[in-house]
């Protein structure tokens, strides 16, 4: 079925050999038509870039790296890779990119491996204060293998004190440091931070993940001049599959290329490669430029009326496409809230807030984010309905209701209607 309900042969070979799993994705269209989407790691990738990872390039095996395989029959994957390559090099002003990547935590490993022995220190943003695990969080193999130590925010600004990381470093002598994080609503001092890592002398890696399609559309600044890597997911606001990208200097083009394979995989993922290549295609365009204005202009108005209404935003509002709320002030915490705006089809995700005092499995927080909805074409215009419809069911949360769900449920439904997703069947 469409989204309309209408009998579709979109997926007709699936539903054929396995009607089970053909249902769900169908379903899982529906839910993705018909939800406002706020996870800011979440967006939606445009028909090109879907049709991309679904082809024959998902039967190919290519070890190795254009030119340098170990499998024959590279006569099409080499020239897509060096394509992604390239395209990666020209977005964002850099001499080498690595397309191999699996995914930001494989990326991000990759690094390890090529800069660091185990037991080395890394310094990260801590997990509950907007870090990613494999920043050197314990419970991550970056935090087992390696000894992490971490930086956080100010309590009284929700910002990272550059001071204080310098201190920790004098003090800790890491070998690698990271900035940039999961739930990090501000800019990122790319050269504060550079002044710091040499100061050491410590390899810098910016994990732009979140903010990397707001750097190619240039409304954050670029890290590339002033660190030794910068780690990509190419999921996120870039706009592309999941997977990811490792871009740096010619000095460390040969570690990198080293740590990912042999280092870390096997055969890159040619399927992904393509659609990452489309997806670089597509952000390197006015339209994305223009998408990417528009996704910080929404997350900016949607903290304004969020502020407005009673909303503790950490850090006092954004610079970016993310969002992070304290529900505290209004007696919630962030799960029951989550859930509850999830059965008004408003999809976010708890999420713990700086110097949390619940735990991390029942936190403070939620954090939002305005990527997918920008990308179906909502501007400013509608961040105050977006609000007073968190505001509704939030208040109805904290007062024990249900009541607001279902018409939130229905304003949300009948808003969207107006707005297909790239993507979906329409
Ligand atoms: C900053 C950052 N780095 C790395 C990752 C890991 O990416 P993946 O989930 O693709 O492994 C994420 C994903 O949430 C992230 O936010």
Redesign the pocket.
């Known amino acids: 079925m469409d989204i309309h309900g209408h009998v579709t042969n979109r997926h007709h070979q699936l539903a054929a050999v396995d009607p089970e799993i053909a249902s769900l994705v169908r379903a899982e269209e529906l839910l993705q038509h018909d939800t406002l989407r706020l996870i800011p790691?979440e967006n939606y990738v445009s028909a090109a870039v879907l049709e991309a990872t679904g082809t024959v390039l998902t039967n190919k095996y290519s070890e190795g790296y254009p030119g340098r395989r170990y499998y024959e029959g590279q006569q099409n994957v080499d020239p897509i890779e060096i394509i992604a390559r390239e395209r990666a090099q020209s977005l964002f002003g850099v001499d080498h990119a690595n397309v191999q990547p699996y995914?930001?935590?494989p990326a991000?490993l990759a690094v390890y491996l090529a800069f660091a022995k185990p037991g080395d220190t890394v310094l990260g943003m801590s997990l509950p204060m907007g870090g990613?695990l494999?920043h050197g969080w314990g419970v991550s193999a970056t935090g087992t293998w390696f000894r992490g130590v971490r930086y956080g925010v100010r309590a009284d600004t929700g910002r990272t004190d550059l001071d204080e990381v310098r201190d920790l470093a004098l003090r800790e002598r890491p070998r690698i440091i990271f900035c940039?994080?999961?739930a990090v609503p501000r800019t990122v001092d790319f050269a504060g931070f550079a002044s710091i890592a040499r100061e050491v002398d410590a390899t810098l890696v910016a994990?732009v993940?979140?903010i990397a399609g707001l750097i190619a559309g240039g409304v954050h600044p670029s890290p590339v001049d002033h660190v030794d890597v910068v780690s990509t997911?190419t999921h996120k606001t870039l706009r592309g599959p999941?997977g990811?990208m490792l871009l740096c200097g010619r000095e460390h083009a040969k570690a990198i290329d080293k740590a990912v394979f042999p280092g870390l995989q096997g055969g890159p993922h040619n399927h992904t490669t393509a659609a990452i290549a489309v997806a670089l295609r597509e952000a390197a365009t006015d339209d994305f430029r223009t998408y990417a204005r528009q996704v910080v202009a929404n997350a900016r108005r949607l903290g304004e009326e969020l502020a407005a209404r009673d909303f503790d935003l950490v850090s006092g509002g954004t610079d970016t496409h993310l969002l992070l709320i304290d529900l505290s002030r209004r007696g919630v915490a962030g799960k029951p809230a989550a859930k509850a705006l999830d059965r008004a089809g408003i999809v976010v995700n708890h999420n713990t807030v700086p110097f949390d005092r619940r735990s991390p499995f029942d936190p403070s927080g939620i954090r939002i984010g305005t990527p997918a909805l920008t990308s179906r074409g909502l501007t400013e215009e509608h961040m105050a309905l977006v609000a007073r419809w968190i505001d509704r069911v939030v208040s109805d949360v904290a007062a024990g209701s249900e009541g607001g769900v279902a018409t939130v449920r229905a304003e949300v439904r009948e808003l969207l209607a107006g707005y297909p997703a790239p993507g979906l069947p329409v």
Do not use: P
Request: proline share 0%; hydrophobic share 5%; net charge neutral.
């Open positions: 790691s995914s930001g935590s991000n990613h494999t940039g994080g999961t994990d993940s979140h997911t999941r990811a």
